[in-house]
């Protein structure tokens, strides 16, 4: 059993940048692909970026490509999200996940391990 657990959200003004890191425990994420996920107020929860086992390749939704890069540390046990440019409507919990598959998934339905999540609020 894994467990997820992220840190480093916080208020962010429009503009600003922050990265949130994903550190696991219970068993080494290296095979695994690893996922962001978010969900804004009122809103269901929705797919932001994700890295195969290998880190080797990237994958993110339209509403951030150029601003969030996606990364991980197989060493470090550790997943990370670089996310600039933020807008307002980034305003959400994030969570990290972790893939039953090595290759690169979107489906949410393919992670199978969740952290808590952490907010980041971005004013205007």
């Known amino acids: 059993q894994v467990q997820l657990v992220e840190s480093g959200g916080g208020l962010v003004q429009a503009g600003g940048s922050i990265r949130l890191s994903c550190a696991a425990s219970?068993?080494?994420?290296?095979?695994?692909?690893m996922g962001w996920f978010r969900q804004a107020p009122g809103k269901d929860r929705e797919f932001v970026a994700a890295?195969?086992?290998?880190?080797?390749?990237?994958y993110y939704v339209d509403t951030v490509k150029g601003r969030f890069t996606i990364s991980r540390d197989n060493a470090k046990n550790t997943a990370y999200v670089q996310m600039n440019s933020l807008k307002p409507e980034d305003t959400a919990v994030y969570s990290c996940?972790?893939?039953?598959?090595?290759?690169?998934?979107?489906?949410?339905?393919?992670?199978?391990?969740w952290g808590q999540g952490t907010q980041v609020p971005v004013s205007s």
């Open positions: 996940s972790l893939s039953r598959l090595a290759i690169l998934t979107t489906q949410r339905n393919d992670y199978i391990s």
């Open positions: 219970g068993r080494t994420l290296s095979t695994k692909a």
């Open positions: 890295v195969p086992w290998s880190g080797t390749s990237t």
